[in-house]
């Protein structure tokens, strides 16, 4: 079986890097999905998803080094779920409402933003995390 997620949104804030004790590279970062339809109202209904990613290795270098807030990008990888409930992560929020996360790993991060400065990456740069291998959690 095989399980494949395709995203396209923009980064809430900036990528986070940080190192695993081993010394390999996560980067994650935050990725908001609009969908509009329209309700048996026929009134316009507006809906953003948002996904917690987190990149390793290289690509999670390549992520820190050149997305920031309000960059479009496609993300291609898998969801992960949490261990205890097998679904989504749960948490209460500082406001005490339930939240809930959808989390990805990312095999491909696409910039889909236009070049500004000029300094990395833009337009529709493909980013790889290489060859796929055993993450642990």
Do not use: H
Request: proline residues 5%; contains cysteine.
């Amino acid at each position: 079986m095989y399980q494949k997620l395709l995203i396209i949104g923009r980064l809430g804030k900036d990528p986070e890097m940080r190192f695993t004790p081993n010394g390999q590279a996560v980067t994650s970062f935050s990725v908001a999905t609009d969908r509009s339809y329209s309700d048996q109202a026929g009134k316009l209904v507006k809906e953003t998803v948002w996904f917690r990613v987190s990149a390793w290795g290289k690509l999670a270098e390549t992520c820190n080094n050149f997305l920031q807030k309000g960059k479009m990008v496609m993300v291609e990888g898998r969801l992960t779920v949490d261990a205890k409930t097998g679904g989504p992560r749960i948490w209460t929020g500082q406001d005490g409402t339930p939240r809930a996360s959808l989390e990805m790993v990312a095999n491909t991060v696409k910039f889909l933003s236009a070049k500004t400065d000029g300094s990395g990456p833009g337009g529709e740069e493909d980013v790889d995390s290489g060859p796929s291998e055993d993450i642990p959690f």
